[in-house]
Every structure is written in C-alpha cells, then in structure tokens.
C-alpha cells in the first residue's frame, strides 16, 4: 500500500506540513479544473480555455484557467493560518494573507499555471510553488520580504497536470514523487530519492529562437546537432513541450538538459522565465536530485533577486551537460562551431 501525502506529512513539522497540505488541496482542485478543459463552466462558454482578457505584469493575456488557478491557490493559502503572504505570477503585488498573523512563519510563491499557451491544445501544464521563511515577522509582508535567494526556500515543487496528475516536491531530503488517485482523491507517495542521470543525449531549447542566441549556446546546440561526426560524437534527440513543468519532470525522469536563455532580442530582458516561483524551485529540485541549475555565468539558487518578477536564463538538468554549458560561458572566445552561424542558420545545408 502505498504511503498517503497525509501520512508523510506527519513526519514534517506542524506548521509547515499545514501550509504542503493547502497548497496539494489547490493543486488537487486545479487538476479537476484542468480536466473539465473546454467544459469548465465558471469561465464562461468556452471554458477554461481562452484569454480571460487581463494582461498581467508581463503583459501576456492571461488565460482563464491561469485565473481561476491563480483563484484556488489563493483560497487555499488564505485558510492556512502559517502563511504571512504569498505572491504569483498572475498578480503584480505581493498578497498579505486576510487572516493570518503577520507573525506567521512563511511566505509562498507560485506559478499557478505554468506552459498557458498549451492549454487550448490539451497539452500538460502545471502549478509551480516555492515556501520562504518569513523573516520581518511581526509586520505585514511587503515585497522586499521576498526578495530572497533560492538557497533560502524551505521548499519547493510543482504539480504536473498530464496523463497522471503528479505533486513533486522537496523540503531538503530528496526528492519525492506523489500520484493523485483520481478515483479515491488522495495524493500517493510513487517515488523518493528521485536521481537526475549525469550523462545524457537529449536537449530541450525553443529553437526558433536560434538567431537570437549567445555564443556559447550556439556553439552547445550546433554541436548536439553534429551528433556522431561532430564533437560530441553521439547521436542527441531533441524536446520542447512549451511547459517548464513537463520539461523538468521528464528531466527527473530520464536525463536530460533545458535551456531557456538570454536571447538578443530584447538585450534589456535576460531570459523569459521568472527566478523566483519558476527557476528558482526548479532549481532546488534538481541539486535535491544530483542534477544543476545555472544562468550560465552563476548558480540560479545563488541570485538574490532585484525584484519580484525578475528574468533570468535558465540552463538545468544533467550535470554534465550543465557544466559543459558554463563553461562555454566562461569562454565565449573559444567557440569554434558557432562560426558556423555567423553566417547561417543552424538547419541551412551545407553548400553543395
Ligand atoms: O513559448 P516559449 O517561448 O517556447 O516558452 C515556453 C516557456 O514559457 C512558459 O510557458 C512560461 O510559463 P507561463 O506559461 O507560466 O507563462 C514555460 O512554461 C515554458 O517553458
Ligand atoms: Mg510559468
Ligand atoms: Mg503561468
């Protein structure tokens, strides 16, 4: 029989246990959103699909689903008396929990529903969330409360809305896997001590942008792209789901290395994902899981963020491949292959 979320979490401390037990209520309750797809009634005719019509402070229209996600993570928060505030993707500022004490020990943050743009075509999406401690205890928390690095969170996951509805999820011991029973509801630990394989053969990068890359990403996908006559000397497959959440499960599943990085396009933006409620719990997850979590130029759980939707590129998964990635970073002088591009793009056949 396999061990229930609720009997793990009696093995956790009160306080926080309480705060993992409202957030897998919300995921739970996002889940069956997801499910109803088109069918999900309070938003309207076409249901949880379709923009909901807001921009938020990124300036994407948000989707429906990305509100009523944001909704039920927000309602759950709310019941638990441990949580100070949390903040999300989905809102500008900072929320101060309605009936908790300011003296409440933590502060969440969360991606509600992470890869929006897969959801009109069925495919996973997720819910991303990391818990910090709240160290101005005793005042209402304001958004320098959260400007913490990554190295500071208490815990971090993700819930996977796929084919199976995943909590994955660390508090500092590993990595654990639980598998919501769609049938009797609970949540069932099918994993722990999740272990990222060193060594793999498959890249996740959104190529289209390839133009736009720095040198040392050039040079890292040209050569993957070589495959065995090319310096890697292997075949490399390639992904991109378009949700950072599947990206990372399928990573903590078999291997594999996802890049999100700066990109010339918009020189002023460093990446597209968030550090704080996206990198930077992916983060903790993968070194909980002997894998890596870079910039580039620095460890992700490193950066103390500037502000609360700050960018940053993300390059994580296989520690080998990450490594290798840096160091193309530390010297850029010495890209040979992306000479290649200075000219072409990556898929124009050599000339005849
Ligand atoms: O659409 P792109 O440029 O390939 O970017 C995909 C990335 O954007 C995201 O969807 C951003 O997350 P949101 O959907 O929460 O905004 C990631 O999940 C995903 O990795
Ligand atoms: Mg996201
Ligand atoms: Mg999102």
């Keep these: ?96 929990a309605p009936l908790a004490d300011p003296a409440a020990p933590y502060l969440v943050l969360f991606d509600p529903l992470d890869g929006s743009s897969n959801i009109e075509a069925n495919i996973s999406v997720g819910t991303i969330f990391s818990v910090l401690p709240h160290l101005f205890r005793g005042a209402a928390p304001t958004e320098a409360a959260f400007l913490q690095p990554g190295r500071r969170q208490l815990v971090a996951g993700y819930a996977l809305y796929g084919p199976a509805t995943v909590l994955v999820l660390t508090v500092g011991q590993g990595v654990l896997t639980f598998t ?57 497959n390639m992904r991109w789901v378009a949700s950072l959440v599947a990206e990372v499960h399928r990573i903590l599943s078999r291997g594999g290395v996802f890049l999100y990085p700066r990109d010339h396009r918009e020189p002023r933006r460093p990446g ?35 502000t609360l939707h700050q960018k940053v590129p993300v390059i994580l998964g296989s520690r080998d491949e990450v490594e290798r990635i840096t160091r193309y970073h530390a010297d850029p002088s010495e890209n040979v292959s992306w000479q290649l591009f200075k000219t072409r793009s990556l898929f124009v056949q050599a000339q005849p």
């Design 272 to 306: 597209r994902l968030r550090l704080m409620y996206e990198a930077a719990p992916m983060a903790w997850l993968m070194e909980q899981a002997g894998a890596s979590a870079s910039t580039g130029t620095s460890e992700l759980l490193d950066i103390t963020p500037d």
């Design 1 to 96: 029989m396999n061990t229930t979320l609720e009997t793990w979490l009696a093995t956790q401390p009160t306080a926080l246990a309480d705060v993992l037990r409202h957030i897998a209520q919300a995921c739970s309750e996002i889940a069956r959103l997801c499910a109803h797809g088109a069918l999900t009634s309070a938003s309207g005719g076409d249901g949880g699909h379709g923009p909901a019509g807001e921009a938020n402070v990124h300036g994407e229209v948000q989707q429906r689903l990305d509100v009523l996600a944001d909704r039920a993570m927000a309602l759950a928060l709310a019941r638990s008396p441990f949580v100070a505030g949390w903040a999300s993707e989905e809102q500008t500022l900072p929320v101060v």
């Design 180 to 236: 919501l029973d769609p049938v009797g509801g609970q949540w069932l630990l099918t994993r722990s001590a999740v272990q990222v394989p060193a060594c793999t053969s498959e890249f996740a990068i959104n190529t289209s942008n390839q133009r736009f890359w720095e040198k040392p990403v050039q040079r890292y996908v040209a050569e993957c792209v070589a495959g065995e006559d090319g310096p890697r000397s292997r075949h490399f």
